[in-house]
């Protein structure tokens, strides 16, 4: 009795430290060439790294904040999708939160393009 | 020579069960932390803080692969280079169909690293993926 108390006890601690909660996003995956001349009217977020940290662009529109990016995203028609180019430089959280912003935007397909070095 | 008498009480062979019920108990919490573990046995990464899509679980992901801080593959705690993930992403995907993988990349780690991954994976026929996100914020 005393044993399996324990071990049931031991089985609870563990899984509650170890249980923690995963999300996710489901982003299609587009060629380097994604959102390019073939599409009609690409909407793209543009997201890149520079001295003052990460950086979303849409057309001339930049923005430092995902919250800010999403509100921008809310204007945009959603039937065509959008692509997240995703440019070397910034970490993976940059893209997870364009892609984030897109979501909260009621974006449904999204489309991430890994920008070519350089570009 | 001097014979006990026979009692009439009549004969029961009584069994022990606490045995029987300790061994259950240790076999149900096995299956159980097992069970648990599998479904955690995920490598230890910082994940992108971010809500997720917040749409429940989804289907078999067929193929998890993991980005760490500096730019690592690993799938099933074995570090692989671009090419070994092709073949592999390329085997899932002939023997389960159309595959969606799960992608945990650490959130420092360079978006280069992922794009490459996410180009490798494209490459092997793969058309979408699902990055996995820890809703902290």
């Known amino acids: ?119 | 020579m001097r014979f006990r008498a026979r009692s009439n009480r009549p004969r029961t062979l009584e069994q022990d069960l606490t045995p029987l019920i300790d061994v259950v108990f240790q076999l149900l919490i096995f299956f159980l932390t097992t069970t648990q573990l599998a479904a955690q046995a995920q490598m230890e990464l910082d994940l992108p803080r971010e809500r997720g899509e917040q749409r429940g679980g989804g289907r078999d992901p067929g193929l998890i692969v993991n980005l760490t801080r500096t730019g690592e593959i690993v799938i099933l705690d074995s570090t692989r280079s671009l090419q070994e993930l092709a073949t592999i992403a390329r085997r899932v995907r002939l023997e389960q169909g159309e595959i969606r993988p799960v992608v945990r990349a650490d959130r420092g780690a360079p978006a280069a690293a992922l794009n490459a991954l996410f180009t490798t994976l494209r490459e092997s026929g793969i058309e979408g993926v699902t990055l996995a996100v820890s809703p902290g914020r």
């Open chain 1, 1 to 119: 009795m005393i044993d399996a108390t324990f071990l049931l006890l031991c089985y609870f601690i563990f899984t509650t430290a170890a249980g923690r909660p995963e999300d996710r996003l489901s982003p299609q995956l587009g060629g380097s060439r994604g959102g390019g001349a073939s599409d009609l009217a690409p909407q793209i977020v543009e997201v890149r790294r520079d001295a003052e940290g990460d950086l979303f662009t849409i057309g001339t529109r930049n923005f430092r904040q995902r919250d800010r990016l999403a509100e921008a995203l809310r204007e945009l028609p959603r039937e065509p999708g959008l692509f997240v180019r995703v440019h070397p430089g910034p970490p993976v959280s940059a893209a997870a939160a364009a892609m984030q912003a897109a979501a909260d935007a009621g974006f449904e397909r999204v489309t991430y393009v890994p920008g070519e070095p350089g570009g």
